[in-house]
């Protein structure tokens, strides 16, 4: 019985170091053109300002921001060329 743990820990072991995988060449960053969105809290005033703060992995703020108008009574915006 001791024979078998030891066989299957040890396929077990080597499936588990032959599946890893550092190859990171192929993942490429995500680029957006465009924000749309919709402002939550009125007045929506047209040409009111938006301010967008971008954020790194941690969600803290990496100090540059983007700013837009309010197009509409909706509150909807548009940020292009990000």
Known sequence: MK???KLTSLIFLIA??????DDNSDI???KKEKIT????????NNGASVLISELNSDFVQTG???????????G????DNI
């Open 3 to 5: 024979k078998v743990i």
């Open 16 to 21: 588990l170091i032959t599946s890893c995988n």
């Open 28 to 30: 490429t960053p995500l």
């Open 37 to 44: 969105g919709f402002a939550q809290k009125g007045p929506f």
């Open 64 to 74: 540059k921001n983007i700013t837009s108008t309010i197009e509409n009574n909706q």
């Open 76 to 79: 909807q915006y548009e940020i």
